[in-house]
């Protein structure tokens, strides 16, 4: 059992930066490869980023590619988001992910935290 919970959401500016976090207290942290997805209003959940678990390779989405950075710290079972350069259409709830394989796939994630509301204004 892995329970996930994101931190770091709220308003931001366009152009401003925020960063999520995304905690874990189970303990196969370390064996899991992590990851992000948004979901808007009226639109599918997407994937945005996907770090290995051991934190060597990473995967974006294009239209994060260069703004978004996502890392993690295994000694502190958790994952981050550095979210730089944001756009208005980066307003979504942003949602943590674990799966044993790193996938860029909503349908094959195991593991969701329950979201955290990042809204970017005008």
């Known amino acids: 059992q892995v329970q996930l919970v994101e931190s770091g959401g709220g308003l931001v500016q366009a152009g401003g930066s925020l960063r999520l976090s995304c905690a874990t207290d189970?303990?196969?942290?370390?064996?899991?490869?992590m990851g992000w997805f948004r979901q808007a209003p009226g639109k599918e959940r997407e994937f945005v980023a996907a770090?290995?678990?051991?934190?060597?390779?990473?995967h974006y989405a294009d239209f994060v590619k260069g703004r978004f950075t996502i890392s993690r710290d295994n000694a502190k079972n958790t994952v981050y988001l550095q979210m730089s350069t944001l756009k208005p259409e980066d307003t979504a709830v942003y949602y943590c992910?674990?799966?044993?394989?790193?996938?860029?796939?909503?349908?094959?994630?195991?593991?969701w935290g329950p979201g955290t509301q990042v809204t970017v204004s005008s």
């Open positions: 189970g303990r196969a942290f370390s064996r899991l490869a």
């Open positions: 992910s674990g799966d044993p394989v790193i996938t860029t796939r909503r349908e094959l994630v195991d593991y």
């Open positions: 770090i290995t678990s051991s934190g060597d390779n990473t």
